[in-house]
């Protein structure tokens, strides 16, 4: 099969992109308004892009709740999902009013940050504590009234749950991370590889 993306022509019943770049791990964004309201959200388009120093970013199509929090108020969190959370990330997905506290929403406990503003999500087994950086408007399509932002931050600090910690390694097996893949489906880490580097 081949198409164009330009005319997104595949003559299939859902675009295929989302379901070859998988699967994704997902940025659960909390972060605070300018009122102290917290707002939390998971987001596919987001991954690890640098270390030294360590900056992380994440995507929407369009202006959401969590890039205009940040960039008023300088700080976010990138909270781990795993498995056992599928039905809390799930439901922080949900639109809902930029007052509406999604923690309470989902059932999610929050906790304070060490270094930043923004809170945590309590069941969580990691978090990445990140103070922003800056906004990168991505091109758009021209008949498309989406604009794709993509939003930095330096990672600041960074919370473990101890019990994953094996021989002074995370043990990413045992966190059982979720992963976003196409459509509606979700992943999970099936196994894992070593191969020294040459």
């Given at each position: 099969?081949?198409?164009?993306?330009?005319?997104?022509?595949?003559?299939?019943?859902?675009?295929?992109?989302?379901?070859?770049?998988?699967?994704?791990?997902?940025?659960?964004?909390?972060?605070?308004?300018?009122?102290?309201?917290?707002?939390?959200?998971?987001?596919?388009?987001?991954?690890?892009?640098?270390?030294?120093?360590?900056?992380?970013?994440?995507?929407?199509?369009?202006?959401?709740?969590?890039?205009?929090?940040?960039?008023?108020?300088?700080?976010?969190?990138?909270?781990?999902?795993?498995?056992?959370?599928?039905?809390?990330?799930?439901?922080?997905?949900?639109?809902?009013?930029?007052?509406?506290?999604?923690?309470?929403?989902?059932?999610?406990?929050?906790?304070?940050?060490?270094?930043?503003?923004?809170?945590?999500v309590a069941q969580a087994r990691a978090?990445?504590?990140?103070?922003?950086?800056?906004?990168?408007?991505?091109?758009?399509?021209?008949?498309?009234?989406?604009?794709?932002?993509?939003?930095?931050?330096?990672?600041?600090?960074?919370?473990?749950?101890?019990?994953?910690?094996?021989?002074?390694?995370?043990?990413?097996?045992?966190?059982?991370?979720?992963?976003?893949?196409?459509?509606?489906?979700?992943?999970?880490?099936?196994?894992?590889?070593?191969r020294e580097r040459p």
């Amino acid at each position: 099969m081949y198409y164009e993306t330009a005319t997104n022509d595949h003559g299939l019943p859902h675009d295929p992109l989302k379901a070859l770049v998988a699967p994704r791990p997902i940025g659960w964004i909390s972060s605070l308004d300018a009122d102290g309201t917290p707002n939390l959200a998971p987001y596919s388009f987001f991954n690890l892009l640098a270390t030294g120093p360590a900056i992380v970013g994440f995507s929407s199509g369009s202006k959401k709740d969590s890039q205009r929090n940040i960039e008023v108020t300088g700080d976010f969190v990138c909270n781990f999902t795993s498995v056992d959370l599928i039905d809390k990330v799930n439901a922080t997905a949900k639109h809902v009013a930029a007052h509406v506290n999604e923690f309470e929403l989902a059932g999610l406990t929050q906790v304070e940050s060490r270094l930043i503003k923004a809170p945590r999500v309590a069941q969580a087994r990691a978090h990445l504590e990140c103070r922003y950086l800056k906004t990168v408007e991505l091109p758009g399509e021209e008949e498309s009234e989406m604009i794709w932002s993509l939003v930095l931050g330096q990672v600041v600090a960074v919370h473990i749950d101890d019990s994953y910690l094996k021989n002074g390694l995370v043990d990413t097996l045992a966190m059982e991370p979720l992963t976003r893949m196409g459509y509606l489906d979700y992943g999970v880490l099936g196994g894992m590889m070593t191969r020294e580097r040459p």
